[in-house]
């Protein structure tokens, strides 16, 4: 099979950039960043990337750009506020799919449509529940992609993608961050699957998609063989020069995964019911804490009562809430991705690799960041 002609569009990103410059040095093929404006095209032209600008939200330019190509991988989101958010997708989504009638579309979503804890249910790939703005808005653009395929007869297959790790990445960045956090422990000592995916894992199964028979289907990717939270911390903690990070003791991880099990098995009314009343619970004591004038006069009434057993009670209640408090302060939250489960549903099959290869490239990248302006040697994606 011939090589096909391949668009990356958003192809100035993080994800995009890494994308088109491994299939057109590594792979073979042909791959053009398509890039909304000249600033984000410039940005892949300066890395000697073939690069095309259209205004990808607009499927007559669109299409006009990318008439000469076999498949479209889209990388982009717009990030836009909430209120103008679904105006956005729509045009995108109209635009990415009118331009691939009779080609192949490949869409990048994300595991955070299943929200920040996955409880691991089967039924949860067909019934995703985000619950944050980010994953909302990839899942969104799910619902719009499929629907518009149909429409147009458009081959589009859709994948959630893992949390992306390697060189030059966000998550890699947010790793180096939390080894060198004190008092971050690793639940399970890391050994739940991390629903992670290297940068070259990735680009790796989105190769086999364009050299294989287009699929209308959607796909979760993650590392192949899977790797555990374990696994990435401790190769970032090599290439960063850093000790291993300490396990999470397992009666306290046991506690937070059980807990966080039950909330995501929760509906959303009896969350919002739930969280208002432990909010109501809380109020008159945030409330006496924040206005000394109420507090005083709570203070002349107990003394005016003269009960010493109100007293006693209610400093019992003060040590209770600062003693919890000093708790909390002292041993940094978890994000829930570190107790989560197995992604639900299909993963997309492919030849994967082992991330230690990244060692190297990760020690370099983490040098030139941990440098002395450092910011200045980011690029601005």
């Known amino acids: 099979m011939n090589a096909p002609r391949v668009g990356i569009v958003g192809g100035a990103g993080h994800v995009g950039s890494a994308l088109l410059k491994t299939l057109n040095t590594d792979y073979g093929v042909t791959a053009f960043g398509i890039c909304r404006n000249s600033v984000s095209a410039a940005r892949v032209a300066s890395q000697g990337m073939p690069v095309r600008v259209a205004k990808t939200d607009d499927a007559a330019q669109l299409a006009e750009a990318t008439k000469d190509l076999d498949i479209l991988v889209n990388c982009a989101l717009p990030q836009y506020r909430p209120s103008k958010t679904l105006i956005a997708n729509q045009r995108l989504a109209d635009s990415l799919v009118r331009a691939c009638v009779g080609k192949h579309l490949i869409h990048l979503s994300s595991v955070a449509v299943y929200g920040d804890f996955i409880p ?93 028979e287009p699929v209308q289907a959607t796909l979760n990717v993650v590392d192949s063989p899977q790797t555990t939270w374990r696994d990435i911390f401790d190769l970032h903690s090599q290439a960063s020069g850093n000790c291993a990070v300490k396990s999470l003791n397992q ?53 005016k009562i003269g009960s010493e057993r109100l007293d006693a009670k209610l400093w019992a209640v003060h040590c209770k809430r600062f003693a919890s408090g000093t708790k909390a302060n002292a041993a940094p939250d978890i994000p829930l991705i570190f107790i989560s489960e197995h992604v639900p549903g299909p993963c997309l099959s492919y030849k994967g690799n082992s991330p230690a290869e990244s060692m190297a490239a990760l020690r370099v990248w983490h040098d030139a960041i941990s440098a002395p302006h450092a910011n200045a040697w980011r690029s601005i994606q």
Request: charge should be positive.
């Open 120 to 212: 691991g249910c089967s039924s949860l790939f067909d019934n995703p529940r985000p619950d944050t703005l980010y994953g909302r808005q990839k899942l969104q653009m799910e619902h719009l992609l499929r629907t518009l395929a149909k429409k147009y007869y458009t081959k589009c297959t859709i994948l959630r993608v893992g949390h992306v790790y390697g060189a030059e990445l966000l998550w890699s960045e947010a790793i180096f961050d939390l080894i060198k956090k004190e008092g971050f422990r690793l639940p399970f000592n890391g050994q739940l699957p991390s629903n992670a995916v290297w940068i070259t894992n990735l680009i790796a199964g989105i190769r086999e998609l364009l050299f294989g």
């Open 251 to 303: 009666f306290e991880s046991e506690r937070r995964f059980r807990e966080r099990k039950r909330w995501a098995e929760t509906g959303m009314t009896a969350r919002v019911v739930r969280e208002t009343l432990r909010w109501a619970m809380h109020l008159p004591a945030s409330y006496v804490a924040s206005v000394p004038t109420f507090k005083a006069m709570s203070q002349w009434a107990v003394a």
